[in-house]
């Protein structure tokens, strides 16, 4: 199976991450605590690929996951939901 490079009508990608503007979102703080990364863009953190996924995580069954996402872990690390 072939995802291609353009998963923009799949996914959301380059979300901006603004905690003020969104009550259900956690501080920054709260996200890099939990070992996430935001991306700095034009002066806007942003949700990338890369926040949640590790292209590098060679272990079967993962999703490339950052981590754990059981309990909506890995979604809760952002949204206070």
Same mark, same amino acid.
Request: glycine share 8%; with cysteine; net charge negative.
């Given at each position: %199976? #072939? *995802?291609?490079?353009?998963?923009? +009508?799949?996914?959301?990608?380059?979300?901006?991450? +603004?905690?003020? #503007?969104? &009550?259900?979102?956690? &501080?920054?703080?709260?996200? $890099?605590? $939990?070992? *996430?990364? *935001?991306?700095?863009?034009?002066?806007?953190?942003?949700?990338?690929? $890369?926040?949640?996924? +590790?292209?590098?995580? *060679? @272990?079967?069954?993962?999703?490339?996951?950052? %981590? +754990? @996402? @059981?309990?909506?872990?890995?979604?809760?690390?952002?949204?206070?939901?």
């Amino acid at each position: %199976m #072939s *995802l291609g490079t353009d998963l923009s +009508d799949d996914h959301p990608i380059s979300i901006e991450y +603004d905690p003020f #503007s969104d &009550p259900g979102l956690h &501080p920054e703080a709260h996200v $890099a605590q $939990a070992g *996430l990364k *935001l991306f700095l863009e034009d002066g806007t953190q942003r949700v990338q690929c $890369a926040t949640c996924h +590790d292209p590098h995580d *060679l @272990n079967e069954g993962t999703g490339l996951l950052r %981590m +754990d @996402n @059981n309990g909506s872990r890995l979604c809760l690390t952002c949204h206070d939901k």
